[in-house]
């Protein structure tokens, strides 16, 4: 028997796949194993939502550590540990499986395991050429989940063995939920959303926006269950939002809603909260993320942050706080949301702030640099662009549709001040739409455009 072992509490890194050395394949046991205790400390780390923190398949045992320093070891008796790297791959013993028909694990949803008449392993109905244990048929960590199959049925424990943790987008989904919690600069990136989806045909996308106007983060941490919110929902088929600004709706009831696919949060850049770290902020996110994942342990969101923009320059706050430089603002934002995306539970970043500079950069700049009134965005041409580079990192994946191919326009135009509105054409649409992919792509970056 050779002696190969291995943890799989390895990190994802840029380069997008972790090291995977082998796994010991132990001898058959002399008995069965007794498989109660971890039964028990999964059924008990889900429903507390004390996820594995690291998962082992080390010589001869499988051993569970979770975030609360909870531990169980049992032994592996010869059941098989299959492994969804970072590419997709999937390793069998930390072999990777190369088999004609590779069977499709997705990282939300537990896979159908049966056993052959042989005995082999079938996961999603392909045999795998291993033998299925008796009891516990395998364990697979498909990264966001741990799935451990046995006989009488597969038990789940959702992971943060691979930190920080990173749960695929969903792709080709029935229906996609999002839920927006933020300020005035959430709402002016996801005004024109509910437009975008109806002229693309996109008919099952749910949305809620919670707006409270200069609220931080912290502030929605502290006060997630009072009445501060106003909030707006968009049904599949409306034109606009639906609600009002009446600050008389609670956080935790929007969260309880529905069993959201991706929940999306935004600090704006006026106050100190989006300047330093950690600060307030680091641990008001942190918060928050634990508050979604315990409000549906079996239905971990991915959680986006909503990077806002430089304040226009001679306005105060860049006046004041960053010697009128829009780019030294810029710098000082992204390097906090780069400690937040290192330090925590954080999947991923849409810039809006890397929208509006790199519009500022294009054709279509004016006096007013794309805003209305030195800092909010235009209501027209920046607000879409924004609202492009939601719907290339989120919509786009769910549904297959891309913002290239979307009719909507907006045909509002007004210079008069606090209210100035460029409209969007045929002309401008697409300078806006590479300003919103460059962002997407290079989220800490301004890119020319010209």
Request: proline share 6%; hydrophobic share 35%.
């Amino acid at each position: 028997m050779s002696i190969c072992a291995t943890s799989c509490s390895t990190s994802d890194n840029d380069s997008g796949s972790p090291v995977e050395p082998p796994v010991e394949i132990p001898d058959e046991p002399t008995g069965p194993v007794d498989y109660s205790a971890l039964k028990g400390f999964v059924r008990e780390s889900a429903s507390a939502a004390d996820y594995c923190r690291s998962f082992s398949a080390a010589s001869d045992q499988f051993r569970l550590v979770s975030k609360a320093g909870k531990s169980v070891s049992v032994d592996k008796g010869g059941v098989p540990y299959l492994l969804l790297n970072a590419a997709g791959d999937i390793l069998v013993d930390g072999k990777n499986f190369r088999g004609d028909e590779t069977p499709v694990i997705n990282r939300n949803v537990a896979p159908s395991v049966s056993v052959s008449a042989s005995g082999n392993l079938l996961v999603e109905g392909k045999d795998l050429g291993v033998k299925a244990g008796d009891v516990l048929r395998c364990v697979i960590n498909a990264r966001k989940h741990i799935y451990f199959c046995f006989s009488d049925g597969t038990m789940t424990l959702p992971s943060e063995v691979f930190v920080p943790y990173n749960p695929s987008l969903p792709v080709d989904v029935a229906k996609l939920d999002i839920l927006f919690i933020g300020n005035s600069f959430t709402v002016d990136a996801t005004e024109h959303l509910p437009g975008m989806l109806a002229a693309s045909g996109i008919n099952n996308v749910n949305m809620t926006r919670l707006y409270h106007g200069g609220y931080t983060l912290p502030e929605y941490h502290a006060n997630f269950s009072s009445e501060v919110c106003a909030r707006y929902d968009y049904a599949p088929g409306a034109q606009s939002w639906g609600g009002n600004a009446t600050l008389d709706d609670k956080p935790s009831d929007a969260l309880a809603a529905r069993d959201w696919d991706v929940i999306v949060v935004q600090e704006h850049t006026g106050r100190s909260e989006a300047w330093s770290w950690p600060g307030v902020l680091g641990p008001a996110v942190e918060g928050l993320r634990d508050r979604f994942y315990e409000s549906r342990p079996d239905h971990r969101p991915t959680v986006v942050y909503l990077m806002s923009q430089t304040y226009s320059t001679g306005s105060d706050v860049l006046i004041r706080n960053f010697d009128n430089s829009r780019d030294k603002m810029f710098a000082t934002t992204t390097a906090v949301v780069k400690q937040l995306m290192d330090e925590t539970g954080i999947d991923m970043v849409v810039s809006t702030g890397a929208v509006l500079e790199n519009l500022r950069t294009s054709r279509v700049n004016n006096d007013m640099q794309l805003t209305r009134d030195s800092y909010h965005m235009d209501f027209g041409l920046s607000r879409y662009a924004a609202a492009c580079a939601i719907f290339e990192t989120v919509i786009t994946p769910a549904t297959g549709k891309k913002i290239g191919d979307c009719p909507y326009r907006y045909s509002k135009s007004s210079t008069e001040s606090g209210k100035y509105s460029t409209p969007v054409t045929d002309d401008n649409a697409p300078v806006a739409q590479r300003a919103a992919h460059e962002a997407v792509k290079h989220p800490f970056a301004v890119t020319s455009i010209d």
